[in-house]
C-alpha cells in the first residue's frame, strides 16, 4: 500500500542533499586558502548510485554546487568498501576541497576520517553517521532515524486499526514483517523504532507477531526474497503489516504479497524517494493503491 505522507519524506530528502554542499563549500574554502568558488571541487561520494535516494541527493548536490558556483563531482561507492576506499584514495589525489560521503558500512568510519583528516580535506558524513576511532563524530547531515522509523511504525499501526485487522484471539489475524538490515546501525534505528511503535500502537499486539528477517542487498529483491520466505512459513496469516529500513525493501515485499494474493489485505511502509513506490504502486491500474 501507498501513503502520500511518503512524498514529505522524499522532499526533505532534496533538502538534505541541497544543504549538504554549503556547508561542505564553506568548509572547502576555509581550508583552500580562500579560493575563488570556480576553482573549488567538491567530491560526492554516494553509498549506491542505483537506488532513487541517492540519485536525488546526488542531483541536489550537484544543482545547490552549480548555484554557489563550484564543482560538484559525484562518484558511486557501489555499495562496496573497496570501491568507496578507491573513490575517496581518487578525490584525495585529485585534490578536492571537500567531500561528501554515504559509506556503504559504518565500521569503516574510522579510516575514513583518518584518511581524510590525513589530507586536509573537509569531511561530511551524509544519512550515516560516522565517527573515529575515540568515537568523535564526523560533521553530519541526515535526519532523525529514529522518529522516522517511529512515524513508518505509526501509521501501519493506524491502518491496521482503522481496519480492525488485528484480532487477539487469532493468532494468525495480522502479522508483521520486520525487514531488518542488522550490520546497519541507522537501518537497526529504524525498524527498531518501527517495531516499537508497531507494538505501542496496537493494542495487545505481542512481540510474537513480529518476525524479524534480513533482507539481502538492502534492495527489492532482497526484499522480494525475504518477504517470499515469510509467506511460506506463514501460509495462514490473514493481513501483513511491513516495514524495512528503506523503500526498496517494502517494494520488493509487496511485490511477494501480489504474487501471493495478500496485497489487498496488507500494508507496508516503506522510507525513500518515492519514485520507486509511485511506478509500482500509484501507476497502477488497480483500486487496491
Known amino acids: ?26 568548509d572547502a574554502t576555509s581550508g583552500a586558502g580562500g579560493k575563488a568558488p570556480e ?9 549506491r548510485m542505483d ?14 554546487g552549480a548555484e554557489l558556483g563550484i564543482t560538484v563531482v559525484t562518484l558511486d561507492n557501489q555499495f562496496d568498501p573497496n570501491v568507496m576506499a578507491a573513490n575517496l584514495d581518487n578525490a584525495i589525489a ?9 559509506v556503504p558500512d559504518q565500521q569503516l568510519g574510522p579510516g575514513v576520517i583518518d584518511k581524510a583528516a590525513a589530507a586536509g580535506i573537509p569531511l561530511i558524513a551524509i544519512d550515516d553517521s560516522i565517527s573515529d576511532a575515540n568515537g568523535n563524530p564526523a560533521p553530519f547531515v541526515g535526519m532523525n532515524t529514529t522518529q522516522i522509523g517511529t512515524d513508518v511504525g505509526t501509521m501501519l499501526a493506524g491502518f491496521a486499526n482503522d481496519r480492525g ?13 520486520a525487514l531488518t538490515f542488522s550490520t546497519l546501525d541507522v537501518c537497526n534505528q529504524r525498524t527498531d523504532a ?37 509467506l511460506t512459513a506463514n501460509p495462514n496469516v490473514k493481513h501483513w503489516l511491513v516495514y524495512s529500513c528503506n523503500e526498496e525493501g517494502v517494494v520488493g515485499a509487496v ?35
Not at 537506488?51 to 545547490?64: I, L, P, S, T, V
Open 255 to 289: 511485490r511477494a504479497l501480489e504474487a501471493a494474493g495478500k496485497d489487498a489485505d496488507s500494508c507496508g511502509v516503506g522510507l525513500g524517494d518515492g519514485a520507486l513506490a509511485k511506478i509500482e504502486m500509484l501507476e497502477k491500474q488497480s483500486p487496491r493503491y
Open 165 to 177: 485487522w488485528f484480532d487477539p484471539a487469532d493468532p494468525d489475524s495480522l502479522k508483521v514483517a
Open 194 to 230: 518501527s517495531k516499537a511503535a508497531v507494538l505501542a500502537g496496537i493494542e495487545g499486539l505481542t512481540e510474537d507477531a513480529i518476525i524479524a528477517q534480513d533482507y539481502e542487498g538492502a534492495n527489492t529483491d532482497g526484499g522480494l526474497s525475504a518477504m517470499q520466505g515469510l
Open 1 to 26: 500500500m501507498k501513503s502520500t505522507q511518503r512524498f514529505g519524506i522524499a522532499v526533505a530528502a532534496l533538502a538534505i542533499a541541497a544543504s549538504a554542499v554549503p556547508a561542505a563549500a564553506q
Open 51 to 64: 537506488q532513487g535516494w541517492f540519485q536525488n541527493e546526488a542531483k541536489g548536490a550537484e544543482d545547490k
Open 39 to 47: 576553482d573549488i571541487v567538491v567530491y560526492g561520494l554516494y553509498k
Open 94 to 102: 585529485e585534490q578536492a576541497d571537500g567531500i561528501l560521503m554515504v
